[in-house]
Structures are given as structure tokens and as C-alpha cells.
């Protein structure tokens, strides 16, 4: 038997917080691709400490629903799950290169297969594409736009900013898009100031941020001049310094994430290939180019 734990931060503030952990577990629970999948969290229940006894199956797929790899990904989690064989050297990783590393859980007696976060995958350049057509309601969008990826950004991890970075790189690279800038909250360059950084007259604004919640709700839309108070609402797109701006929401909150979650699973070995296929036709991503290609 095998098993697929997602693993998320949660919020005793933000109920919304463990939304999307239990909306791709329930999609990647529906494809039958493995024999249990749970949620666990941080703030909130199933915790991290107790989700590997609630598993009756032997081998275990632990995927962090994280954007980027830091304290959570590489101490508290690894601590919580009592995976002691953990060392994140053996990631091999510059900040965006996490994939997974395989230890023994002894006091479950359990294998466990703790991968990389979904947001440094590369299937989350993907996602955020998908973002794009979801919120302009065009498949094909891309020629004429301008797309910001927006993080969060702070100076005490310095991972933080490079998750965000990786994925406008590559996006740029693909050509998709007219313009493609990273773009931050917390530090330069900042979302404040995103319209002077477009010529593009239309800008889709994509957060990559797991849930909604206080920043993507509140503090982005006032920051980038969508509504002077988001309990007024905005409308999409808004008009913003000449531009007009598509305000996307949280990329984590896109369906398309479950697939990500799969890929994190089968580069660690899991068995998951149909799974891929038929998640990806159903929430919309079976067309969606990769954007590193």
C-alpha cells in the first residue's frame, strides 16, 4: 500500500488558509492513485506530529504544499514527521532544486518519500499560465499581455524571492508572454510599482501564494490601486496608471496545483502517470504547454 500526505501551514486566523490542501487531496484522492491520502498542518488538525499514524500503508509520498524551501520544508516539518535521517544537504539544492529524499520513519516503521515544495516544481510555471487563462477567460492569452508573479519576498530567507524569480524566468523564456516581471511585497522590486514596470497596456497579476488570505485579499489589491478598500471589492480587470490589470487570487487556489502535487510524487517514485493525465484533463491543464519548453 501506498499513501500521499499533503502537507500544508494552515491558520487559526484564516479559515481559508487549508482550503486548497483538502481540494487537491479530494481531486487526487478521486484519480484512486493512492490507496490513502491525508491532509495535515501547522496550525491546524490533522497535525503534522500525529498524520504518519493514521496510515495504515508502509510507503508514504510527503508533499509540502509550501511555495518555497526554508525553515518549514527543511526543519519543521522533517522535525514533526520524525524523520531524524533528514539531512537537507542531501537535497543538493541552490534554493529552487529540492526533489526528494527517501527515510525511514522507524518509530511508524514506515518509508517515507519527502519531496521538494510545489512551488519550486517546475510544473508550477504551468500553473501559473493556467492562472492566466482562468482569470481573462482566454486560452490562448499571452501575446500582448504583460504578467507579474507576485511573491511575497523578505530578508530573512533569502529563498523566498527565488521561487519567484525561477518561475518569471522561465515563463520569460518561453516567449508566451510580451513582458514578464517578478515582483514583490516585502521587497524591491515592489508590487506597489507594478505599472511602471509594463508597457503592455493589459497586466495579468498572478500571486504566488498558496491560499487567500489577508495579503492576497486585502493587502495586494489596495497596494497595486485595484480599490483604495478591499471591502469595496474591484472589478477584474481594473483600470490602474493606463493599464489594465487581471487580478488573479493565489495561484495555490488554481485546481491545476493537484497535478503539481503528482509530479512532486512520481519524480520520488510513485506509480502515478494515469493519475497525471486524467487530472490534468480535468482541471483544465491538458493543453497547457511547459513553460520552460
Known sequence: MQALVIVGHGSHLNPGSSDPAFTHADTIRASGAFDEVREAF???????????RTLESEEV?????????????EQVIPRELRLDDFDPADWDSDGTDADHVTVRA??????????????THDS???????????????????????????????????????????????IRESGRFDEVQA??????????DVTDFFEAEDVVLVPLFV?????????????????????TGYDVPSEVDGHR?????????????????????????????????????????????????
Not at 42 to 52: A, D, G, H, I, N
Open 245 to 293: 490589470i487581471w487580478y488573479s487570487g493565489a495561484v495555490g487556489t488554481e485546481p491545476l496545483v493537484a497535478d503539481v502535487v503528482l509530479e512532486r510524487a512520481a519524480d520520488a517514485g510513485a506509480d502515478v502517470a494515469a493519475a497525471i493525465e486524467a487530472v490534468r484533463e480535468e482541471t483544465g491543464g491538458a493543453d497547457a504547454a511547459s513553460a520552460g519548453d
Open 211 to 231: 491560499a487567500d488570505g489577508f495579503h492576497t485579499q486585502e493587502d495586494i489589491p489596495e497596494d497595486v490601486g485595484l480599490t483604495d478598500d478591499y471591502r
Open 61 to 73: 509520498f510527503v508533499v509540502p504544499l509550501f511555495i518555497s524551501e526554508g525553515y518549514f520544508t
Open 106 to 119: 522507524s518509530d511508524v516503521e514506515k518509508t517515507v518519500h519527502y519531496c521538494g515544495p510545489v512551488g
Open 124 to 170: 508550477m510555471s504551468d500553473v501559473i499560465v493556467q492562472r492566466a487563462k482562468s482569470v481573462t477567460g482566454d486560452p490562448d492569452v499571452g501575446d500582448g499581455f504583460g504578467l507579474a508573479v507576485v511573491g511575497h519576498g523578505t530578508e530573512r530567507n533569502e529563498n523566498s524571492a527565488k521561487a519567484i524569480h525561477y518561475h518569471a524566468d522561465r
Open 183 to 192: 515582483v514583490f511585497m516585502d521587497e524591491d522590486p515592489e508590487v506597489d
Open 42 to 52: 501547522w496550525k491546524e488538525e490533522p497535525s503534522f506530529r500525529e498524520v504518519l
